[in-house]
């Protein structure tokens, strides 16, 4: 591990030796920059499921580089194709809401499957990642350009304010290689001159707003205030949210958004105050197979320590404090289901729909 090093994107080919992938260990940001290293296709099964990474198109492009791994490591197993379905069924069961996980692993298990050559197979699964990787980014890129164009009219009634915009978890470049996508058209509006703030929810249990995306906006130099996830309602009832902009781990054909648990909540709020709400996500992070989001979206429960302990920075170490009595007991729901008819828009790499199934079918009318 090396400590303190500047970066601009959160997963890369080490530059010196292509066997090795690096990523930003999130674990320990704000308050240490850690690059870890992944050489085999385990350590990103890891690296998933323990959340040194995490964010959903993230997430894809380090499970696409796993199955690389893999690749490097098949040897004998080469023509083995039990071995290649361990290993996808491995990584998809890392973190089971974000449907990039599987997007990815699939397409890099039908590339596999077609090669029987170890070194062709080994360029072919590394080539694909990258172009995984690469497509990710350009799809943020759009992403924040579309969401910039929606926001215009937001920002012509500020008549020189700053639009206030409230964000829920991260769904910035630390969790999409570069970019982000509920950060992106925020980006965008700071590189053009538009003067914005942002509203950061803490997000508990992990405080990915108030670590991740807090640490972004500082790194930009976008203003914003972190807040207690139960305080958005109180802002929106007083006139200081102009919009919402979140991300999506996965998000039916028919526009049912899974997002980081506490983002329904923060919509039922947008709903009733008429502030919109809008969801970024790109093409990776739809379900075409599924309709019904609350019913058919497996959401993730994590280990409930999670939710007792909180960690933070004491006399420069990190250091995890309990802080509920260590008797009781606690749940730890990942995600939740944001339904359609909440959602104002959806924000996606091809442009801005309806979050219903005939405007998304007709940005993308391959699935």
């Known amino acids: 591990m090396k400590n303190d090093i500047k970066v601009q994107q959160s997963v890369w080919l080490n530059s010196e030796n292509p066997k090795i992938v690096e990523i930003i260990d999130q674990r320990f940001l704000p308050h240490r920059l850690v690059i870890e290293q992944l050489e085999s296709w385990k350590d990103s099964e890891t690296a998933i499921r323990e959340m ?17 791994l893999a690749c490097l490591e098949a040897k004998d197993h080469a023509k083995n194709n039990s071995y290649f379905s361990a290993v996808a069924t491995a990584l998809k069961a890392s973190r089971p809401t974000a449907v990039n996980l599987a997007w990815a692993v699939d397409r890099q298990l039908k590339i596999i499957n077609q090669f029987k050559n170890t070194d062709k197979l080994i360029a072919a699964s590394l080539n694909l990642a990258k172009q995984i990787s690469n497509e990710e980014v350009e799809n943020c890129k759009k992403i924040g350009q579309h969401g910039l164009t929606l926001l215009q009219p937001l920002i012509e009634k500020k008549k020189g304010q700053p639009l206030n915009i409230l964000t829920h978890c991260n769904a910035g470049w630390l969790a999409c290689v570069k970019h982000g996508t509920a950060t992106a058209p925020m980006y965008a509006a700071h590189q053009a001159g538009i003067p914005i703030h942002v509203w950061v929810d803490e997000t508990r249990p992990r405080n990915q707003g108030a670590r991740l995306t807090a640490w972004e906006l500082s790194q930009a130099g976008i203003p914003h205030t972190i807040i207690p996830d139960n305080t958005g309602g109180h802002l929106m009832q007083h006139g200081l949210v102009d919009c919402c902009i ?122």
């Open 246 to 367: 979140v991300g999506s781990d996965r998000t039916t054909r028919t526009g049912d958004v899974a997002n980081k648990i506490g983002t329904y909540l923060k919509a039922l709020a947008a709903h009733d105050n008429d502030i919109s709400f809008y969801v970024a996500l790109p093409a990776s992070t739809f379900d075409w197979e599924i309709s019904d989001g609350v019913k058919e979206i497996p959401i993730e429960e994590r280990n409930p320590e999670e939710v007792k302990y909180i960690q933070g920075l004491h006399e420069k170490n990190i250091i995890k404090v309990l802080v509920s009595p260590p008797e009781s007991t606690a749940v730890n729901y990942g995600f939740d289901v944001t339904p359609s008819h909440l959602v104002t828009r959806l924000i996606t790499e091809r442009g801005v729909c309806q979050a219903n199934e005939s405007s998304i079918h007709e940005l993308f009318p391959e699935y």
């Open 52 to 68: 040194h990474v995490r964010g959903a198109p993230l997430i894809g492009v380090t499970a696409a580089y796993g199955m690389y």
